[in-house]
């Protein structure tokens, strides 16, 4: 039977904060960088703009238009699914309004997908998958398969999952399985 | 640890078919009955309005204001939730203009229910959790879990699933559980 890998979207497949600080800044000229947004949460940075922060991830067209974070995504994602089941698994129950334009994103960037094993959710204990890349702790130590980081600036004191720093390296952390096979 | 009962929306929760029927007679004119949809499908009945079928269930409030199958469903779900963790597992990826509408009715109806164990999936074989409760014999063999069918007319001759035909039945069901334990 076909091993299952399921993949986050935002900071695994869609730069969510690129779009997020660009956004924050342009609104309200907070003059925010990424790195800012990283170390701390908006609710730390800019309490008294939480709501127009809620707000905007909610508008329908807001996760539309997210760059990719890595280009080699989809060609790795592709080389994979001659494998795999790939499942996108993503946290999307917080932003309901998003669901739509999520959808159109992945249809969009990664037309080959299945969209029978599109998960959107909330905690992601639900999600029956081998493998899950991610680049929350949380949502890896709720995950009961094996978990796999993703690298990124607010994870980068983890030590207890495997880390893939771009999607060459998940590229290499399947094919290294492969060969211990 | 709390097992976890994931129950699917349409012809468990809501009925979709009673608005499905409904809506299409009002705009087309066809005279369907309840009984003819659950017989056949609309592709075999209608084809000429396979088109206008997937738009109208595509339209943002379509699935806003489904009727509750059984009322009772609320009291039965809230006791449940005493001493499982219920998930809703809804098929909904090949109806994306579907999503928010849907979210909506779960949280009008079921205010009690934990949002991030709601699950927008397609095949429920994605879905981890201990019991699925489901009108849909396919979802109830992905599923790799206890499977429970809720009765429906289109799955009278079904015998491989222990079989509820209302909540009443679901609460027995599982209150059977806690004595045989």
């Known amino acids: 039977m076909r091993k299952s890998i399921a993949i986050d ?3 695994v497949l869609a730069d ?3 779009k997020a600080v660009k956004a924050m800044n342009e609104r309200l000229n907070l003059g925010m960088t990424r790195e800012e947004f ?3 949460s908006i609710q730390k940075l800019h309490p008294e703009h939480m709501n127009e922060f809620i707000s905007m991830m909610n508008e329908p067209d807001f996760f539309r238009d997210l760059e990719l974070l890595d280009p080699n ?5 592709k080389e994979l699914n001659e494998t795999y ?3 996108i698994a993503t946290a999307a129950m917080h932003v309901p309004g998003s669901f739509l334009a999520k959808y159109d994103w992945l249809r969009e960037h ?3 997908l299945n969209t029978n ?3 959107f959710c909330g905690d992601k204990k639900v999600v029956k998958a081998d493998y899950l890349i991610d680049d929350s702790v949380g949502q890896l130590k709720s995950f009961t398969g094996q978990g796999i980081l993703f690298d990124q600036p607010n994870n980068a004191s983890v030590t207890e999952y495997p880390r893939v720093k771009n999607w060459q390296e ?4 399947f094919q290294q399985l492969a060969v211990v096979k």
């Open 85 to 87: 089941d790939i499942y």
């Open 16 to 18: 969510f904060v690129g």
């Open 117 to 119: 094993y599109f998960i």
């Open 110 to 112: 990664f037309p080959f």
């Open 9 to 11: 979207m935002d900071q």
């Open 73 to 77: 995504s989809v060609e790795v994602i």
């Open 38 to 40: 990283f170390k701390t």
């Open 170 to 173: 998940v590229l290499e952390y």
